[in-house]
C-alpha cells in the first residue's frame, strides 16, 4: 500500500495517476463555515424523510435536495468552492445537490453519467467523517482511498471522475487503512460542472450520488 494523510491507494502508480485528479483539502470550511451551511440546511431536510432505494440504485439511507437560492453567507462558501475546484472556462450546474446519509446510510460504487455532470465534481463534507473510495472499472487492483473529515472539500475531476468508480463506505467498512472511522450522519453538498454540449441550466434527471 502507498499514500499517506488523506489519501492512500493500491501504490504508487495510481497514486500518480490521481494525482491532481482526486484531491481532499482539509479545513477548507472553518467550524463557523460548517456552522452556517448545516443551519441552512437542517430545516429543509428534516422535512423530507430517509429513503432507501434510489432511482439508480446507487445511495441507501439518504435524504436530499437540490439548492438554487442560498443565504449571502453560504453563497460565499460556494464561490471558494468554485474558485478552488473549477476552471474558469467550466460553468457549473445552476443547483446545488445536498445529500444527507444517517449514520447507517452509504453510497454505492458508481460512475456518474456523463448525462449528468461534467468533468469536475466537488463536495464539501460536514458533521461526520466518511471514507471515499475510488476503484478503476477496468482494473479493480488499482484503487484510491479519501479520508473526507467534517469541513473537508474532495475535488474529483478528469480520470478519477470517468474512469474510477466512487463509493463512500458503510459503516462497518469504514476503515482507512488501519484506522477505524466510525460513520454518524453526514451531509455533502456537492457542486458539478456542467455537462459538455449542455447549454446553461440543470439536466432533464436529478444528478447522481457523490
Request: net charge neutral; hydrophobic share 40%; proline share 7%.
Amino acid at each position: 500500500m502507498a499514500g499517506s494523510g488523506l489519501v492512500r491507494g493500491a501504490g504508487a502508480a495510481v497514486l500518480n495517476r490521481l494525482r491532481g485528479a482526486a484531491v481532499v483539502r482539509p479545513g477548507f470550511l472553518s467550524a463557523a463555515e460548517q456552522a452556517v451551511l448545516s443551519a441552512e440546511l437542517e430545516p429543509e431536510l428534516r422535512r423530507r424523510r430517509y429513503q432507501y432505494d434510489h432511482w439508480d440504485a446507487a445511495i441507501h439511507g439518504f435524504r436530499e435536495t437540490e439548492k438554487s437560492r442560498w443565504s449571502e453567507a453560504s453563497r460565499a462558501i460556494l464561490q471558494r468552492v468554485q474558485a478552488a475546484a473549477f476552471g474558469p472556462e467550466q460553468t457549473l450546474l445552476s443547483a446545488v445537490h445536498v445529500l444527507d446519509l444517517e449514520p447507517q446510510g452509504y453510497i454505492k460504487p458508481h460512475v456518474d453519467s456523463v448525462k449528468f455532470c461534467g468533468d469536475t465534481i466537488a463536495g464539501l463534507s460536514l458533521l461526520s467523517p466518511s471514507v471515499m473510495r475510488l476503484v478503476h472499472t477496468q482494473e479493480p487492483g488499482q484503487w484510491l482511498e479519501l479520508l473526507l473529515e467534517p469541513g473537508s472539500l474532495y475535488i474529483l475531476r478528469g480520470s478519477a471522475r470517468y474512469d474510477f468508480s466512487h463509493e463512500i463506505l458503510r459503516d462497518e467498512e469504514s476503515f482507512f487503512g488501519e484506522q477505524r472511522v466510525p460513520r454518524g450522519r453526514r451531509i455533502s453538498v456537492i457542486c458539478r460542472s456542467l455537462p459538455e454540449g449542455t447549454g446553461p441550466g440543470r439536466p432533464e434527471q436529478p444528478p447522481p450520488a457523490c
